[in-house]
């Protein structure tokens, strides 16, 4: 049943759209379960579960039969969240007939709800005449059939949605990961590589005519490409093979390829579209086939699409008009796309690829550009034009959002730019809470860029930069020079603040393409200090390149990221104290900066204080702390909802390595996202963290919310929070004190939470 499996959720993948996705379900699984009827029940946006789609009941009852949660036997099998096997269907109190359907004479009955991110989307039905009991087996595939096609159904139902334009357009959200605080209300627009066809978005076209024009006018030009291509290579291959460039000639044939994307161009389809369309249906049929030699002609379907594609985008991309409030949406969105966008016209981003430690993602949280990354289940082909809400805040995106969702974000947009100019006024004084305790504020940096923002907002040093970044932008190791003068831009930015500079912190959702690190489990892997202690020509490299940028400024920190042991952190050190001998032997005049260990596992929590004995400073690494503890990789937004950075396990171990390192006379600072979140700050204040070091955006939110509370209110505030069972709980307790001292709308919380827009 395994190769039943995989083919129908292939043909499923290929359905146009949601109807045809439904009709291939109940036709497919009717004949390989050899049952009498197959049903797919879907939840519409009142509650209730329509037949959708049949093969065996009444064809005339799609759509006008109906149940609510509980009700009937379907309304059961959603309701209870698992699979009903009865051999008797109308003996069961649940039991309800509908005239309509016509299945009175079917006794056997098993539903299995179709599940994807907790919601129950719909029930997945089969019936039979003979009175039976379907066997462990029959039940088992069914269930993996139904887990296979959510995701499916899931987005085949959003892209319908999307795909109802103008006034039957329907409000939608689509989940992904914080990318860059703030949010966004815009256009969408739409980029993709040239020639990437499954990244090109549904258009339509204002002139039919002169599109027919156009794609005929592509077709010609790669039809002479192939032809000069196979003249090249006659002399080089044999006939058979020669025969290929026969067989892509004939697909361009205006009979062939062509008269599929002519007939949808006549529907008022672009071109690049209806092409990508067609050629991406030819290629899974191809795909999906049983002989070796007609699947391999996948590949070659795939070429000659790209070729035609380049044709038909060039002219696209050389006209393209970017509007007001531009959502830039992408299936994996690059530096280089960013820069296609004038400054003043780009709002917001959206990425269905990638992480919140991504190239873009970096450089968005440094232009202060609300981001989602990680939107999987976005159709972004199908966004082109939409009015987007982007949430960097949740990670959240909604598309055509209806009039109450529209001044919801609306209102947190006018509070934001009213913040910003409240807050500048902050620049100049210090963080102190009413009660005069003083909170130094620094900032995370990784580009020349994050420098002006920072300084600009008023930090008073730098509590994390990532050194990764030259060696991420490159296409092979910086050199120690290289090193040298990036380095030293910095300190010298930054002087006489301090500067804390990360060693090479590569390895999980960081690789370097030149140095490519391949592992099942990159996040538990070779990472941060495991690899510059295994490669120490590149960590010392790195150090000298360090120590040597800060001479006659001295206001450099090293920190080492990933330590887990004692030992670890010994190795580091030595190498670290070789590399200062050899320069002043080599006559720099130079100080040994303090050298501190990041916090970011559980194992540097329980020996912060053997850690802190032996190091200047701690700092905590609250992005990853948390990842592990929750044992949530917050990059999959399968499961990023589960990680919470409120979770009474996270605080409480934020609470111990800060008085494990306090007891050692080691400072204690910490350079995750917590550090930004004005609400976590005030608890981080209270626990005793000497620094809090975040994304410069957030600083002058946290100054607020600190200069507009005593330090004995924070404490109070923890006491009550430590308290708490749960991470919603945390949440409450936090919102009900901030609202009542008029801080929270500087948290990003606005008031009513998100709760406000549903």
């Not at 989940?175 to 256009?187: D, E, F, H, L, R």
């Not at 990508?276 to 795909?287: Q, T, Y």
């Not at 939409?386 to 959002?401: F, K, L, Q």
């Not at 905590?620 to 503890?629: A, I, K, P, R």
Request: proline share 4%.
């Amino acid at each position: 049943m395994l190769n039943s499996l995989r083919s129908i959720v292939q043909e499923v993948n290929s359905a146009r759209d949601l109807s045809s996705a439904l009709g291939i379900i109940v036709r497919r699984v009717k004949a390989v379960m050899k049952t009498e009827v197959c049903s797919t029940y879907l939840r519409d946006g009142t509650g209730q579960y329509v037949l959708m789609a049949t093969d065996g009941l009444n064809p005339a009852a799609v759509g006008n039969v109906s149940l609510a949660a509980g009700e009937g036997l379907v309304g059961h099998v959603a309701q209870r969240e698992e699979p009903i096997n009865l051999e008797l269907a109308t003996a069961h109190p649940k039991y309800q007939y509908f005239e309509a359907t016509g299945e009175e004479k079917f006794s056997s009955f098993l539903g299995v709800p179709i599940i994807h991110h907790r919601e129950v989307l719909g029930v997945l039905v089969i019936q039979q005449t003979e009175r039976r009991r379907f066997d462990e087996g029959e039940e088992a595939f069914l269930v993996t059939m139904s887990a296979q096609l959510a995701g499916v159904i899931a987005h085949a139902e959003a892209t319908g949605v999307l795909e109802r334009m103008g006034q039957h357009a329907h409000e939608a959200k689509f989940k992904g990961v914080a990318g860059s605080p703030g949010v966004a209300i815009g256009k969408a627009v739409v980029i993709s590589p040239v020639a990437d066809l499954r990244g090109v978005p549904y258009q339509t076209c204002d002139n039919v005519d002169l599109e027919l024009d156009f794609f005929h006018e592509c077709l010609a030009k790669a039809r002479k490409d192939v032809k000069n291509l196979g003249k090249q290579l006659e002399t080089r291959l044999n006939q058979q093979e020669r025969a290929l460039f026969d067989a892509y000639l004939a697909m361009l044939d205006d009979a062939s390829l062509g008269s599929e994307v002519t007939e949808r161009i006549s529907k008022g389809v672009s071109a690049a579209y209806a092409w990508s369309e067609v050629i991406l249906e030819h290629e899974r049929n191809f795909s999906s086939m049983n002989d070796a030699y007609l699947r391999e002609r996948a590949a070659d379907v795939r070429d000659l699409g790209r070729r035609v594609l380049a044709y038909l985008q060039e002219s696209a991309q050389h006209c393209r008009v970017f509007p007001e409030n531009t959502i830039l949406v992408g299936e994996e969105l690059t530096a280089s796309m960013l820069g296609e966008v004038p400054k003043e016209r780009l709002s917001g981003l959206v990425s269905v690829q990638g992480s919140s430690n991504s190239h873009v993602a970096i450089l968005a949280r440094a232009m202060g550009l609300p981001t989602v990354m990680g939107a999987v289940d976005l159709p972004f082909t199908q966004i082109e034009g939409r009015e987007v809400i982007v949430d960097g805040y949740r990670g959240s995106i909604y598309s055509d959002p209806g009039a109450t969702l529209r001044k919801h974000y609306e209102r947190i947009c006018d509070e934001e730019r009213e913040i910003v100019r409240g807050l500048e006024a902050l620049k100049e004084l210090p963080c102190e809470t009413l009660d005069k305790h003083r909170v130094p504020l620094w900032v995370n940096t990784g580009l020349m860029a994050d420098v002006v923002r920072s300084l600009e907002r008023g930090a008073e040093g730098v509590g994390l930069y990532r050194t990764e970044i030259p060696f991420l932008l490159r296409d092979r190791f910086p050199s120690e020079e290289e090193q040298r003068l990036i380095y030293r831009e910095q300190l010298e930015a930054f002087a006489p603040h301090t500067v804390t500079m990360r060693t090479l912190d590569v390895g999980g959702d960081k690789s370097l393409s030149y140095f490519p690190i391949e592992e099942e489990n990159p996040f538990l892997g070779w990472r941060g200090i495991r690899v510059t202690l295994d490669h120490p020509e590149i960590f010392l490299a790195q150090v000298r390149a360090m120590l040597k940028a800060s001479e006659g400024l001295n206001n450099m920190r090293i920190m080492l990221p990933m330590v887990a042991s004692v030992s670890e952190l010994e190795a580091a050190k030595s190498l670290i104290y070789r590399a200062f001998h050899e320069l002043l032997e080599e006559g720099f005049q130079i100080e040994l900066p303090p050298i501190g260990v990041m916090i970011e596992v559980p194992a540097a929590v329980y020996q912060a204080r053997e850690l802190a004995a032996r190091s200047d400073f701690l700092s905590v690494g609250s992005n990853d702390l948390t990842q592990y503890l929750l044992a949530v990789d917050r990059n999959n937004p399968q499961v990023a909802d589960l990680y919470q950075a409120y979770h009474p396990a996270v605080l409480r171990a934020l609470h111990q390595v800060v008085r494990d390192g306090h007891s050692q006379g080691a400072s204690v600072g910490i350079c995750g996202e917590l550090a930004g979140d004005p609400a976590a700050a005030v608890l981080l204040m209270a626990m005793g963290y000497d620094v809090l070091s975040m994304n410069a955006t957030n600083l002058p939110k946290v100054k607020k919310v600190i200069r507009n509370i005593t330090l004995q209110q924070a404490e109070d505030l923890l006491d009550e929070v430590m308290h708490q069972e749960d991470a919603d709980s945390v949440n409450r307790c936090l919102e009900r004190v901030l609202e009542r001292e008029g801080m929270l709308r500087f948290t990003g919380w606005p008031s009513g939470g998100e709760s406000a827009v549903h």
